[in-house]
């Protein structure tokens, strides 16, 4: 059992920030050198990179690399298809602009509209939990940036994912589109209630915190199925909880303490 990690504070383990840029530091230095020398001909050649330049310092490919040594394997998530679908999905392309250079943070990230992106860690957690097998059909509730979608993506055949907001339901949808996940079906509404016409679903994760778990996404996990779900009150650390519906029964056990975000809509009118 990995050791308990949480959404916004706990489990952190490093923290990377801002990396200095070195093209910019070269070309700022290429200046310096220019105005030294001072020659008209040595300012034509020598151009300082212009600010919008995106190019990170160390390649994104590295940085996840980083990523899931750092943070997810020396945790104990060592399965070798959720480690792989997190070294390859792009994480910075699902966040906002402002936020892109935090993208391998080992934290939650705010992705506008008072939500967040989840850790890396517990992202992997999560995946490795649903025990998942290339032919599955996965629900997830809360799409938000749609980030988690795409490492469910590339590890089942069919993923199905319900947004509450609108403005994020639809941003996300966009960048899978981009990238190119052709097995994502997204949808803008309240994810209570599941989604029945594609009902049942071998594994259901839900990304936003009730006070318990909804009856109907229980009902919608088919024999053999598992759900990860955060549950407990707001304000408090709440319990990932996994469960596993065998034989008609529902087993279930608390395997990590989480901070998430909370589910609204109608479950915050039972
Ligand atoms: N899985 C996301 C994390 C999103 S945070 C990612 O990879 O980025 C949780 C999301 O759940 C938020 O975007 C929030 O708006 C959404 N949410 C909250 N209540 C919901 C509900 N009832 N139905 C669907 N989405 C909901």
């Given at each position: 059992?990995p050791?308990?990690?949480?959404?916004?504070?706990?489990?952190?383990?490093?923290?990377?920030?801002y990396?200095p840029?070195?093209?910019?530091?070269?070309?700022?230095?290429?200046?310096?050198?220019?105005?030294?020398?001072?020659?008209?001909?040595?300012?034509?050649?020598?151009?300082?990179?212009?600010?919008?330049?995106?190019?990170?310092?160390?390649?994104?490919?590295?940085?996840?690399?980083?990523?899931?040594?750092?943070?997810?394997?020396?945790?104990?998530?060592?399965?070798?298809?959720?480690?792989?679908?997190?070294r390859?999905?792009?994480?910075?392309?699902?966040?906002?602009?402002?936020v892109?250079?935090?993208?391998?943070?080992?934290?939650?990230?705010?992705?506008?509209?008072?939500?967040?992106i989840?850790?890396?860690?517990?992202?992997?957690?999560?995946?490795?939990?649903?025990?998942?097998?290339?032919?599955?059909?996965?629900?997830?509730?809360?799409?938000?940036?749609?980030?988690?979608?795409?490492?469910?993506?590339?590890l089942?055949?069919?993923?199905?994912?319900?947004e509450?907001?609108?403005p994020?339901?639809?941003?996300?949808?966009?960048?899978?589109?981009?990238?190119?996940?052709?097995?994502?079906?997204?949808?803008?509404?309240?994810?209570?209630?599941?989604?029945?016409?594609?009902?049942?679903?071998?594994?259901?994760?839900?990304?936003?915190?009730?006070?318990?778990?909804?009856?109907?996404?229980?009902?919608?996990?088919?024999?053999?199925?598992?759900?990860?779900i955060?549950?407990?009150?707001?304000?408090?650390?709440?319990?990932?909880?996994?469960?596993?519906?065998?034989g008609?029964?529902?087993?279930?056990?608390?395997?990590?303490?989480?901070?998430?975000?909370?589910?609204?809509?109608?479950?915050?009118?039972?």
């Open positions: 059992m050791r308990p990690a949480s959404e916004e504070a706990g489990g952190a383990l490093l923290h990377w920030g990396r840029r070195m093209k910019a530091i070269m070309s700022g230095l290429a200046a310096l050198i220019a105005g030294i020398t001072g020659g008209a001909d040595a300012q034509e050649v020598i151009e300082p990179a212009p600010a919008s330049d995106p190019a990170p310092a160390v390649p994104p490919l590295v940085t996840r690399e980083r990523m899931v040594a750092e943070q997810i394997l020396r945790r104990g998530v060592g399965d070798s298809q959720v480690l792989a679908a997190m390859k999905v792009p994480r910075d392309r699902f966040l906002p602009p402002d892109k250079n935090l993208s391998y943070d080992d934290r939650a990230i705010p992705i506008g509209y008072g939500q967040t989840s850790q890396p860690y517990v992202v992997a957690f999560m995946t490795d939990a649903l025990d998942l097998k290339p032919t599955d059909k996965v629900l997830e509730i809360g799409t938000g940036s749609g980030y988690q979608a795409a490492i469910l993506a590339e089942v055949k069919e993923v199905y994912t319900i509450i907001i609108e994020l339901g639809t941003r996300a949808a966009g960048i899978l589109s981009e990238l190119g996940y052709k097995n994502v079906n997204t949808r803008i509404g309240d994810g209570y209630r599941g989604w029945n016409e594609a009902a049942p679903f071998d594994a259901i994760i839900v990304t936003c915190s009730p006070d318990a778990i909804p009856q109907p996404l229980i009902d919608q996990l088919a024999e053999g199925g598992r759900m990860i955060p549950v407990g009150p707001q304000g408090e650390p709440q319990q990932l909880v996994l469960l596993r519906k065998s008609g029964r529902i087993e279930q056990k608390k395997v990590l303490p989480v901070v998430f975000v909370p589910m609204t809509g109608e479950v915050e009118k039972r």
